[in-house]
């Protein structure tokens, strides 16, 4: 009988002494040991991006699907359960096998040095060797050069979604450092999907793929996606295809619904499975609404919201949501990581919050306290308290504006915990 898999994660996180160490020497050495199962993977597509990576991979995923696919699809950070991360021919892995295959590679790995994220990335290339399916995505974890995930020699399609400033103690100070970083997945000859870049990470994504000879698919250039008149409309060199509106809120889901079609049209995509790509994909904690729970029971007549975005582009993605949201007042329960920019995040949001109650994330060394996160609210001008856990902050809102609008937001860790907790 296989250990629990909790248990062994828990071995896995003290093997190396960071939790981020960028290279792939360890990882190259884990998958020699265990027969390269990387080389052996159903057709892979690659997915990096500062923003939109999840959400874009969840909605490619869904298209496929539609046309009967079975999908292996890799992702990072877990939100409820480590689980989350691999899904093996569309079903998240069971607890025993994903037992099975973790005791496999610790025992191949054999006590030497290597992060987490590296020892739990081969193990879930394992079991996608060894179920069978019609595709793979793989969400790169951070940046991409150097990323664990990017051992696949011929992926049959890369995507970058867009590229903002973020992890920047790992992958560079300026946006062309961080877009040569994510720009690190593509591959000779391999076609890319490129989401909408600013001019500076653009440049850069495009001269790498000229050495390479990697035809792009390029927003604003091969593609295009827009709402109107409460309807998407998506165009390529294919001709127009007029859809729904992303089931995923908010209007940046466009642009990566946009990059979704784009990959789905290139691969020969029906236009009933584009459709189901913006209709039936499931990404949470992106603007999820939540509706049963001690905290929706907590928030009373009041909506209750979730998302884990957790830089500035995530605020503007927020604020650009809440802008188009029926009128009502907004308040917000904010916590953070110390290693993000707080004041980027707060900058658009500010505008669209009539409160904010600050919290610390439980169980989370890098946590931002409620009271640094209290002043830098302050800063940005939005009227500021913090709470002892996020049901104090949605109980005490209820009481003070029934009916009003909360939204639980500002990082992944946050709204992990806020899922287990309200199950």
Known sequence: MSEGSDLILARMMALHPKIIDLTLDRVWRLLAALGHPERTLPPVIHIAGTNGKGSTQAMIRAGLEAMGDKVHAYTSPHLARFHERIRLAGDLISEDYLSEILEECEEANAGIPITYFEITTCAALLAFARTAADWTLLEVGLGGRLDATNVVEKPRLTVITPVSIDHQQYLGETLPEIAGEKAGILKRGVPCVVGP?????????????????????????????????GRLIFQDETGLLDLPLPNLPGPHQIDNAGAALAALRHL???????????????????????????????????????????????????????????????????????????????????????????????????????????????????????????????????????GARILICGSLYLAGGVLRENG
Do not use: F
């Open 268 to 402: 020969g995509a029906t236009e009933a499975a584009c459709e189901a790509s913006v209709t039936k994909a499931y990404w949470p904690a992106r603007m999820q609404r939540l509706t049963q729970g001690p905290l929706v029971e907590a928030a009373g007549v009041c909506e209750l919201w979730l998302d884990g975005g957790h830089n500035p582009a995530g605020g503007v993605a927020v604020a650009s949501t809440l802008a188009r949201m029926a009128p009502k007042p907004t308040h917000l329960v904010l916590g953070m990581l110390n290693t993000k920019d707080i004041a980027g995040y707060l900058r658009p949001v500010a505008a669209q919050a009539r409160t904010l109650t600050a919290v610390s994330i439980p169980g989370e060394a890098n946590t931002l306290s409620a009271e640094e996160t209290q002043a830098a609210a302050a800063k940005a001008g939005i009227e500021a308290g913090t709470a002892e856990s996020v049901l104090a902050a949605v109980t005490r809102i209820a009481a003070k504006d029934p």
């Open 197 to 229: 870049q600013e001019d500076a990470a653009l440049e850069v994504i495009e001269a790498k793929a000229a050495k390479l000879v990697a035809p792009l698919l390029v927003h604003g250039q091969h593609w295009t996606a827009w709402e109107e008149r």
